[in-house]
């Protein structure tokens, strides 16, 4: 008897899961992939395009029967999820399951911040979280020609926890070539004490070190009030202030409206085993930055792509096993790595292994060109994978 398996979003974490469960499974089993579009951005070229460096057009990722063969391709928006039941709600109609994969991602939150949406709206603020972000804020870049650029963390958790640095140093590298670097103070503000605070303080200390060496400011524990977006204008809980004439903004994250309220998680953010990314409900797993997957030293894993990808394996021989077919045990490394571009096409980059005990092994290695090529060959790797 045939058994379906339903994933849910075509994000990094759901396209690698559906292809590996493909490979797993007999050709009987049918495996549904759901997403809204498919048709998305890849996020790691995102700062690339908010530099100049990539269009939009460049970084699409469309994935189609092709890049697929085996997996059904369902276009739908996911509305509810019943674990009880195993059974997932959709604008097309009720799909019952055998086994679930959730990777819905999280969704950007402006509205959760007093002013930030109006400000966005008003071309008072920009995000580089959407490529309509990155190119806007891209123009807003070379139209600043003095005052202050202020890179700014609205709100915790966030995507990929080097982003909003390497935004900064690849706007500063803009701006020098525009000539108005000179001109321009390009500040970072986060309510964390360090960048990249999971990663430990040695690598924290040495990003603030990069940061200096680039002439960008880090002031940390900023907890963001409100924006005050037509005096351009920060307001902070503490009640401290700052004034900006550009400001780039990582909004506010929050879960999909898909996975609130059906117990998955109470946080919205849905709790998964660390090591084999099953949650609390049989047959039920999830992946990427949809989860809360808790580290030894009580921090989350940070939401990146290459955590997603990294757990495709570990799901596809979990969902195997539990369909009663035979597969490696499942087993969560935890590894993982980032790059953070300087600017002139080089990188540094960050890696280590993030369910080390008692808090991560991570080692910041020196920027190189080497570094900055490694994830232009990632970015192609993937866009050439799911683009076929």
Same mark, same amino acid.
């Given at each position: ?6 994933? %849910? $979003?075509?994000?990094? @974490? =759901?396209?690698?899961?559906?292809? *590996?469960? *493909? ?6 089993? *049918? ?6 579009? &498919? ?11 908010? +530099? =100049? ?6 970084? !699409? ?5 092709? #890049?697929?063969? $085996? ?20 604008? /097309?109609?009720?799909? +019952? ?30 995000? &580089?979280?959407?490529?309509?972000? #990155? !190119?806007? %804020? ?6 600043? +020609?003095?005052? !202050? ?5 609205? @709100? ?47 690598? $924290? ?7 200096? !060496?680039?002439?960008?400011?880090f002031l940390p524990q900023r907890g963001l009030e409100r924006v005050e977006g037509e005096n351009r204008r920060l307001v902070f809980t503490d009640g401290s202030q700052e004034d900006y004439d550009l400001l780039a903004v990582v909004p506010p994250h929050r879960p999909p409206a898909a996975v609130v309220g059906p117990g998955l998680g109470t946080s919205g953010w849905i709790p998964v085993d660390a090591r084999t990314l099953t949650t609390d409900h049989e047959g039920v797993w999830a992946i990427g930055d949809v989860t809360l997957l808790t580290l030894p ?12 990808? $990294?757990?495709?394996?570990?799901? /596809? ?6 369909? @009663? ?6 087993? &969560? ?36 060109? +080497? ?13 050439? *994978?799911?683009?076929?």
């Open positions: 008897m045939s058994k379906t398996v339903v994933v %849910l $979003g075509a994000g990094v @974490g =759901g396209l690698s899961v559906a292809s *590996r469960l *493909r490979e797993q499974l007999p050709e009987k089993d *049918r495996i549904l992939l759901l997403d809204r579009s &498919f048709d998305a951005t890849l996020g790691l070229s995102l700062l690339w395009v908010m +530099r =100049g460096w990539r269009t939009p057009e460049n970084v !699409r990722v469309r994935p189609t029967p092709a #890049a697929l063969p $085996g997996v059904e391709m369902v276009t739908t928006t996911v509305e509810a999820i019943e674990p009880q039941q195993r059974r997932v709600l959709t604008e /097309a109609g009720e799909i +019952r399951y055998d086994a679930l994969v959730i990777a819905l991602g999280a969704d950007l939150a402006p509205r959760s911040v007093p002013g930030l949406a109006e400000a966005i709206e008003a071309g008072q603020a920009e995000e &580089f979280y959407t490529t309509h972000g #990155a !190119r806007s %804020l891209h123009q807003g870049l070379l139209n600043l +020609r003095q005052g !202050r650029l202020a890179v700014l963390i609205a @709100g915790l958790p966030f995507k990929c926890p080097a982003a909003p640095f390497e935004a900064a140093l690849l706007a500063a590298d803009l701006l020098r070539e525009t000539g108005a670097r000179e001109h321009v103070r390009v500040d970072t503000l986060t309510p964390d004490p360090l960048p990249m605070p999971v990663a430990g303080p040695v690598v $924290g200390q040495a990003l603030v070190g990069m940061l200096s !060496r680039y002439d960008i400011g030293n009580g921090k989350p894993l940070p939401k990146a792509a290459v955590f997603a990808e $990294g757990e495709a394996d570990v799901v /596809a021989f979990g969902v195997a096993r539990h369909l @009663g077919y035979e597969a490696p045990t499942p087993w &969560f490394t935890g590894f993982g790595s980032c790059y953070i571009e300087l600017g002139d096409h080089v990188a540094a980059k960050g890696e280590g292994n993030f369910l080390e005990a008692p808090a991560p092994m991570v080692t910041l290695l020196e920027p190189s060109a +080497r570094f900055h090529q490694e994830k232009a060959d990632q970015e192609t790797d993937w866009i050439k *994978r799911w683009n076929a």
